[in-house]
C-alpha cells in the first residue's frame, strides 16, 4: 500500500510535540508548600503567595506550587520533620517547638523581647541564622532541613478575655506565651503559663483553658480571637522571631539546580519585603474593625510596664546564661552578644527607610542574600 509521505511527516511531528510534552511535564517541579497557621495568616494570604508568584516567573513554570495552610498536610510541630521526611518540600518551622534539636537556634527565641520592630527583626533574624551563628545552621542540617530566611512577627501585646493591666489582674492567669522569652516573661509576672500552639487558642479561650494569650494584636483577626476576647492590653513584648518563613528538605533542596535555588532565595526575599508590609497593614487596619467587634483597647499600668522594663533589662544575661548552663551551646554566650550587636545593626539600618518596603528589602539583599551561593548553600 502506498501511504503519501506527508503522513510519515505529520506522525513524526506529533511524536515530537508528544515528546517535549512529555519532557516538559518531567522537568516541572511541584513544590508542596506548608504553613500550619490559619489561611488568613499574613504568611499564608501575603507573604507564601508572593514567594511562589515569583518563583514560577523566575523559572517559567518549572517550580510550580501546592499550597497547604491550617495544618491540612502538617501541624507547625511536625512540619520540621515532614520536610525532613518528604511529606512537604518548603514549609514555615516554629524554631521554639524543637527546643532539644535545635538548641543554638533557641538563642532567638530566648531574646525574641529585645525585637519591638517586624523589619528590624526581620534583619535581625535572617542574618542571625543564616550568616552569624554557624552552629544553628548545622543542628537545622543535622535534621534534615535548610532555613532560607528568618521570620518576625509584628509586637506581641496582651490578648484577654476581662481585663489586665496592672501586676495583680495578671497574677495566676492562665496565659498562652508561646514559650522562650514570652514564657520567661510571663513567669517573671506571676502569670501561669499554658503550653499550646498558637492554633488552638481560639478554642482554649472558648473553653476556659486559657484566659488570656501573647500574640499580635491582628490575631484578633486571623485567628478570630475578638469572638472569645475583648481585652488588649498594649504592652511591646517583643517580636516573635523564633521560626523561619521559608525552610525546605535538604534532600529536596539538593535535588534542585542552582538556578532554581537562586529563584527560591529571590522569592524568600521578595516574601519577606510583602511580609513585613502585610503585618504593618495588619496592625493599622485592626483598630476600627476591633472596637465594632466590642473590643477594648488598654494601655499597662506602670507596675506592670517596669515589671516589664526590668525583665527586658535582665535578658541577656539571662540568655547567655540558658544558651550555656541549659541548652549546653558552644560559644552561646559570644552568640548572645552577637544577636544583640545585630539588633543595634538593624535598627540603625531601618530607622532611616521604615515606611519604605522597596529600601528594606535592598538592605535584606545587600546585608544578607547577596553573600549566599546557590551553588553551595545548603548542600
Known sequence: MNIPNRFFRSVIAAGVVTILAVGSAQAAKTVRANAGVGPKHPMNDVSLPALFKHEEEKTNGGLTFKHYTGGSLLTLKATMNGLRDGIADLGVIVYSYHRGELRATQILADLSNLGKDAAVMAGVSTEFYLLKCPQCVTERHAQGIVSLAGYTSAPYVIISKDKITTLEEIKGKKIRTGGGSFGLWGQHVGATEVNIPVNEMFDAFSAGVIEAGVQTIGGLRSYGFWDPAKHVTDLKLGSFSAATLAAVGRDFWKGLTTEERAAMLEGTLVAMGKHIEAYDEDVNSIMAPA?????????????????????????????????????????????????????????????????????????????????????????
Open 291 to 379: 472596637k465594632e467587634k466590642g473590643v477594648q483597647i488598654h494601655e499597662p499600668g506602670a507596675d506592670l510596664q517596669k515589671a516589664t522594663d526590668e525583665f527586658d533589662a535582665s535578658s541577656i544575661g539571662r540568655a547567655k546564661t540558658l544558651a550555656v548552663e541549659q541548652h549546653g551551646v558552644e560559644g552561646g554566650a559570644q552568640l548572645v552578644d552577637e544577636f544583640v550587636a545585630l539588633v543595634d545593626k538593624w535598627n540603625k539600618l531601618i530607622k532611616p527607610v521604615r515606611n519604605d518596603y522597596t529600601a528594606i528589602q535592598a538592605l535584606l539583599k545587600r546585608e544578607i542574600y547577596d553573600k549566599i551561593d546557590p551553588a553551595t548553600w545548603g548542600m
